[in-house]
């Protein structure tokens, strides 16, 4: 699927917006393509820890 948020509009070690700060994005929000076949899945995982980690750190 395309489409979504531009990744160059996010920390690339966070995942915080950086045109609103403490937004975090993960998943398909983003305009990330890849072969079918569990990639998709486990960019929404890794992508997800990442960006709950992040915001539960900046708490």
């Not at 948020?5 to 929000?29: I, M, Q």
Request: proline fraction near 3%; aromatic fraction near 10%; hydrophobic fraction near 35%.
């Amino acid at each position: 699927m395309r489409g979504g948020a531009k990744c160059r509009e996010f920390c690339s070690e966070t995942l915080e917006s950086k045109l609103a700060p403490g937004l975090y994005a993960c998943g398909e929000l983003f305009d990330v393509t890849g072969p079918c076949g569990g990639y998709n899945l486990a960019w929404a995982w890794a992508s997800g820890c990442l960006a709950g980690r992040s915001a539960a750190k900046s708490l």
